[in-house]
């Protein structure tokens, strides 16, 4: 793979007590061998973080070794009213994309944004103002939060920082490994039951819940998990 034109590069981040990120990369022009970057810092859990998004994670109890939940979370969609630039009678292109960076990067509304574009009677400027666009012409509509979370025992103390760690997600992937009446083996296990998992779902105020990580013993019988974790979730459960 060294010989090809793209390099494929992958970088591989493993984080420590504290919030110190380890950082590698490995390059298929270098056959995949290890090469260390300097290390990062995950300030309040923030993995990766751009104008779009952010990544976060938390430490959580498995056993005796730690467990990630992870929680991916837009920015703001900002949407175009495009009936609004039919109004103003200005174009679609390049120049939108460059606004919404703009914006993104909360430049004063006072930032002037020229507009260039070619109509039949040839080439057309003008010149406004960040803010009178942002007001007109955008939308902005808030953005996802989405989290997963597996692999995790169902002590009070996990389930309060996991609780809090999916607050008010609009999809919640949660994992459901034993029923109920299991709760014994999977306190045993360190794994959440049905139950448990969705009433986390339902204290955090999630919109959307899905269980996972159905324990094999119970195959075919999918359908009771699911059940049990519904009942907690909209507030029946025991």
């Known amino acids: 793979m060294q010989n090809y034109v793209v390099d494929f590069v992958i970088e591989a981040r493993e984080l420590h007590p504290g919030g110190r990120v380890q950082r590698a990369?490995?390059?298929?022009?270098?056959?995949?061998?290890?090469?260390s970057l300097d290390d990062a810092f995950a300030a309040a859990?923030?993995?990766?973080?751009?104008?779009?998004?952010?990544?976060?994670?938390i430490a959580l109890e498995h056993h005796d070794i730690v467990s990630?939940?992870?929680?991916?979370?837009?920015?703001?969609?900002?949407?175009?009213?495009?009936?609004r630039l039919e109004e103003r009678?200005?174009?679609?292109?390049?120049w939108l994309t460059q606004l919404k960076k703009q914006v993104?990067?909360?430049?004063?509304?006072?930032t002037p944004v020229h507009v260039r574009w070619r109509t039949r009677d040839g080439s057309r400027e003008q010149t406004y103002l960040l803010g009178e666009l942002k007001r007109d012409v955008l939308e902005f509509v808030p953005g996802q939060k989405v989290c997963y979370v597996t692999d995790v025992s169902g002590q009070?103390?996990?389930?309060?920082l996991i609780t809090a760690f999916v607050g008010r997600a609009d999809l919640l992937f949660i994992e459901a490994v034993f029923l109920?009446?299991?709760?014994?083996?999977?306190?045993?296990?360190a794994h959440l039951t049905t139950t448990q998992a969705g009433e986390i779902a339902r204290v955090a105020q999630v919109r959307e819940a899905q269980p996972f990580h159905?324990?094999?013993?119970?195959?075919?019988?999918?359908?009771?998990?699911?059940?049990?974790?519904?009942?907690?979730?909209?507030?029946?459960?025991?």
């Open 25 to 35: 990369q490995f390059r298929s022009r270098n056959q995949f061998r290890r090469e």
């Open 45 to 57: 859990g923030v993995l990766l973080e751009d104008e779009q998004f952010r990544v976060r994670t």
């Open 68 to 83: 990630l939940a992870f929680s991916f979370e837009e920015s703001n969609h900002i949407n175009v009213w495009k009936n």
């Open 89 to 94: 009678q200005l174009p679609t292109g390049p």
């Open 104 to 110: 993104r990067a909360g430049e004063p509304d006072e």
């Open 156 to 160: 009070d103390p996990n389930r309060a």
């Open 180 to 189: 109920e009446a299991d709760r014994e083996m999977a306190a045993r296990k």
């Open 214 to 238: 159905f324990s094999s013993r119970y195959r075919g019988h999918e359908e009771r998990h699911r059940a049990e974790f519904w009942s907690a979730w909209k507030g029946n459960g025991t």
